[in-house]
């Protein structure tokens, strides 16, 4: 199953050489730390998607010795080694450039890429190819927009959840929500298992 994250990054090689400008781009626009490391993290494994969606690799990958499993595994654990690695990379070019962020950022920025993931890797698996990355794409771009309004909407008109959540202390708010969007990730894992296990190719 290594080897097939490892694909990732064969497959990408000249794409990962826009990977650096593309995050230098958004430092460079004075962009939130955490949308930096959001994008980041969005990069490689949506890439492959988008490749596996224009090459129709999926044949070639269930000649493979792996079983199906294997191969949607892959791409969930891989998607968080890549997001692990997109991390160490932008926070050591947040540093070079003298942009202050947090943990605070990481973790947020992490949490909405894994939460993104997890609601759109299924659609690969049930959509026809084709139109699934430009999608995709346009929802991350929209949400990016309402996302910020939508929130404060909710903090104003839904004050006693804002003010049980503002009273929780530090250490259980980041425990909840990190225990929460990991719950949602392995159900979107074992929902992509299952659609990608009874589909024919």
Same mark, same amino acid.
């Given at each position: 199953?290594?080897?097939?994250?490892?694909?990732?990054?064969?497959?990408? &090689? &000249?794409?990962?050489?826009?990977?650096?400008?593309?995050?230098?781009?958004?430092? #460079? #626009?004075?962009?939130?730390?955490?949308? @930096?490391?959001?994008?980041?993290? !969005? !990069?490689?494994?949506?890439?492959?998607?988008? %490749?596996? /969606?224009?090459?129709? @690799?999926?044949?070639?990958?269930?000649? +493979?010795?792996?079983?199906?499993? /294997?191969?949607?595994?892959?791409?969930?654990?891989?998607?968080?080694?890549?997001?692990?690695?997109?991390?160490?990379?932008?926070?050591?070019?947040?540093?070079?450039? =003298? &942009?202050?962020?947090? #943990?605070?950022?990481?973790?947020? =920025?992490? =949490?909405? !890429?894994?939460?993104?993931?997890?609601?759109?890797?299924?659609? !690969? %698996?049930?959509? &026809?190819?084709?139109?699934?990355?430009?999608?995709?794409?346009?929802?991350?771009?929209?949400?990016?927009?309402?996302?910020?309004?939508?929130?404060?909407?909710?903090? /104003?008109?839904?004050?006693?959840?804002?003010?049980?959540?503002?009273? *929780?202390?530090?250490?259980?708010?980041?425990? =909840?929500?990190?225990? +929460?969007?990991?719950?949602? %990730? *392995?159900?979107?894992?074992? *929902?992509? @298992?299952?659609?990608?296990?009874?589909?024919?190719?």
């Amino acid at each position: 199953m290594f080897h097939l994250i490892k694909r990732d990054v064969i497959l990408q &090689k &000249k794409q990962l050489m826009i990977f650096l400008p593309f995050i230098l781009f958004f430092i #460079m #626009m004075d962009a939130h730390p955490a949308l @930096t490391f959001l994008v980041a993290s !969005f !990069f490689i494994p949506f890439n492959t998607y988008a %490749y596996d /969606e224009k090459a129709e @690799t999926n044949i070639l990958l269930n000649s +493979l010795p792996y079983t199906r499993k /294997e191969i949607v595994a892959s791409r969930y654990l891989g998607a968080i080694f890549y997001m692990i690695i997109a991390i160490g990379l932008t926070s050591a070019a947040l540093f070079s450039f =003298g &942009k202050l962020f947090t #943990m605070t950022d990481i973790a947020l =920025g992490s =949490g909405l !890429f894994l939460l993104f993931a997890a609601f759109t890797f299924p659609l !690969f %698996y049930i959509l &026809k190819p084709g139109y699934i990355t430009m999608a995709v794409i346009i929802v991350f771009i929209i949400l990016s927009r309402i996302g910020p309004p939508i929130v404060a909407f909710l903090v /104003e008109h839904f004050s006693v959840i804002t003010d049980f959540v503002m009273n *929780l202390s530090i250490p259980i708010l980041y425990t =909840g929500s990190a225990v +929460l969007i990991m719950l949602i %990730y *392995l159900m979107s894992w074992g *929902l992509s @298992t299952a659609i990608y296990q009874r589909k024919v190719f």
